[in-house]
């Protein structure tokens, strides 16, 4: 459980770190790539890839996870694009509520893909999961403009991509040792994918935007590492840990703005809470009585 916590823990902290960017004069776009070269590199020295004695590029060729690094390179800075556009277009309460409502994909995936046993405690669970992501996404109606198009498309885009990102996290974890190769692999191509947007749109560089990109790449690359370990550590419960994360990130980062930067709590987004924290004690402390 403690790889979870960690995992929340991180994830609460890059989310403080992007909110605080503006009011520093980091260009969010810039921290993300210079993230992934942070990101890489502790993979590199800390994790050890091991590429079996082959070349890179020959490794990348021959690897049976050439699938999964491919599309983590190619997910993880587009679905953020992705979600600056939503934001623009849809609106930032939307876009949010899209991305942690995307927690249905990962679960479906647990008991259609990872073949997850669905026992009575995990069904309540699941329910009281979502009940409370419904709560904890409820804000006061500040948007009265129908969404178009490109808002749709937006909203559509980051459901579906946070959510097969959540699945193939836990195809990493299953690769077991080797999943530090694929790690370090799938961050050297979102950087390559990220600083070519980045280049195309002829952006101009910064020193804060560096500075905030190295911290964040380490806040991340724990993030991302924690929860990787977490569904090794739950191999066979991997509905734990994607509503544990999504709505641990969500209720701490509720609680987080209130207590940090004076952002109000409504009485639905405390029951949101409530709910969260009985899911998991279905999820794990339930199952685990009744299994």
């Not at 046993?117 to 309540?124: G, H, M, N, P």
């Not at 990109?213 to 977490?230: E, P, Q």
């Not at 004076?262 to 009485?267: A, F, G, P, Q, T």
Request: with cysteine.
């Amino acid at each position: 459980m403690h790889n979870l916590i960690l995992a929340i823990l991180f994830s609460v902290s890059v989310s403080v770190l992007l909110k605080i960017a503006r009011k520093k004069n980091i260009i969010v776009e810039q921290a993300i790539a210079f993230n992934y070269i942070v990101a890489l590199s502790l993979s590199y020295f800390l994790l050890k890839p091991d590429f079996k004695g082959l070349e890179f590029t020959d490794y990348i060729a021959q690897s049976d996870s050439a699938p999964i690094f491919f599309a983590l390179g190619l997910l993880l800075p587009s679905v953020f694009i992705i979600m600056s556009k939503a934001v623009e277009f849809a609106g930032i309460i939307r876009s949010d509520a899209a991305q942690r409502l995307s927690l249905f994909l990962p679960i479906l995936a647990a008991f259609l893909i990872f073949h997850e046993t669905l026992s009575q405690s995990k069904i309540v669970g699941i329910l009281l999961a979502f009940i409370g992501l419904f709560c904890l996404v409820t804000k006061p109606n500040r948007e009265q403009s129908a969404v178009n198009f490109k808002g749709i498309f937006g909203l559509v885009g980051v459901w579906f991509g946070y959510g097969i990102i959540d699945i193939l996290f836990k195809q990493v974890a299953k690769s077991g040792g080797a999943f530090s190769a694929t790690l370090f692999i799938s961050f050297s191509l979102a950087a390559c994918v990220m600083f070519i947007y980045l280049l195309l749109k002829r952006t101009q560089w910064t020193v804060p935007s560096f500075i905030g990109g190295v911290i964040l790449g380490v806040l991340n690359f724990f993030n991302i590492l924690f929860y990787i370990k977490a569904h090794q550590s739950f191999g066979s419960n991997p509905t734990l840990v994607f509503a544990g994360m999504n709505i641990g990130v969500i209720s701490l980062g509720t609680i987080t703005g209130a207590l940090a930067f004076k952002e109000k709590i409504s009485k639905i987004n405390w029951l949101g809470i409530i709910f969260s924290l009985t899911a998991i004690f279905c999820l794990y402390y339930l199952d685990k009585i009744w299994a």
